[in-house]
């Protein structure tokens, strides 16, 4: 929303305003609101008539009238309150003042911005707004899709009065992101006065379900309050209300704003549904940081767009998924029971992978192409968990296992789950995507770690091979970086298992060399998962 849009709202019309200013000028007594009036509205009409009284101090002349901003009251009951003020009905952009009175209402002092003499014809100018909105889209080049809407203002912030008009230009900036910019515009010349951003990048205070207490990065809007917009990345997060994922579009829902930046309160299950939009929020921005800082890639589609964020999608949706179409992410709010809302951070990182492989190799979501495709999102997914070093949500090579506790799946030994694969075999194509992943899963652990029975991070492992070899990992860094070479190079949309073995085996060959020990850890690895 516009500055000018929220300032028009509260404005009243100026025949009340008139009437208004009458009766305080003549009929209000210090002292003597009635029982029935609160507190603030008593602080206001005070203040209403010591400006009244005191017109020479605030600037207060004729055809002015006040719109009330903000009331802060001391402890000790002494009040301040912050006015806009109005000439022949338009905003007077600059003209703000503050009142301070003592508690019973009698004014102490007073404060007041360089526009308190607005004096100026405000006959309709010859400039037309068409001008002005013109200009405005000019200085917006960068915002894709602008709609303008222009006001007729009195613009005093330098001390003196001039009619203008005030144009704010809404639309999308260059990450996709909601944005805004507002240009002033000299109403009678069409000087332009000034422009500036209608929104402003902010560090909100998050307190999540599954990280801890974080900080986010949201937007500070025209109308005062902070938005879930991510101003470095572009990801706007907003709450589906429970939408079923198949009717989700990326206009659908409420985007999540908040006055004090402040959001949600850290418990699973939380009645306050900005809870986890803050897990939402920050682990989408890790996931984009990773793929950034890691490899160079700016965004899902390497374009530094930003994605949309769904959270509390469908009801009792216990799961998480990722649209092409709408170009979002959608989670929804567990099985209700045990299982709570799916936006941890390796969750939130296998989602955005799936867009980032439907940019790239494309795998069909069938057959073992399907199963790769799956065990991608895994491998980044958990690579997101280690990146992000978070003291609540550690690495590990278990996942989804804050959202779905103990865990949903295992690299170690993906069997464990009781239908995951360990080992390629010929049928292995016609399992679960989710299943037929294990080998893949399987495969990454090994040549990270190695087989056998390990402790990492306080997390017991035993990873077995099929073909009874031993193998020593290279880390899990290394083989990232193979994978995602592999995929965004050499992979294809039909890529098999085998496919797979030849596509890390080139990448490894490009980035280590052939016979490298990284290139031979690689395809001892595969080899062990009877991938030859
Ligand atoms: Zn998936």
Redo the contacts with the bound molecule.
Sequence with gaps: MSPSSSARRRILPTAALAATAALLLTGVQYGTASAATSGRDAAIARAQANVASHADLFGFGPGQALVVKDVVTDADGAQHVRFDRTYNGLPVIGGDLVVHQDARGRLRDSSRAKGHNPTVKTTRPAVAAQTSAANALRESENIADATSAPELVVWAADGGARLAWQTTVSGTGKQGQPTGRVVVTDATTGEAIESYDSEHSAAGTGHSEYTGDITIDTTLQANGSYALIDPVRGHTTKDARNLSASSVKASSGTLYTDADNVWGDGRKFSTDRATAAVDAHANTAWTYDYYKNTFGRNGIKNDGKGATVFVHVGTKWDNA?WSDACFCMMTGDGDGTTDPEQVDLDTMG??MT?GVTSATANLRYSGESGGLN?ST?DIFGTMVEFYAHNAVDRGDYLFSDQSTPPWLRRFDKPSLDGSSADCWSKSVGRLDV?NSSGVGNHWFFLASEGSGAKTLDGVSYNSPTCNGSTVTGIGNQKVAKIWYRALTVYMTSTTNYAGARTASLNAAKDLYGAGSTEYNAIAAAWSAVSVS
């Design positions: 998924q296998h989602e799936h799956e999102s989710h």
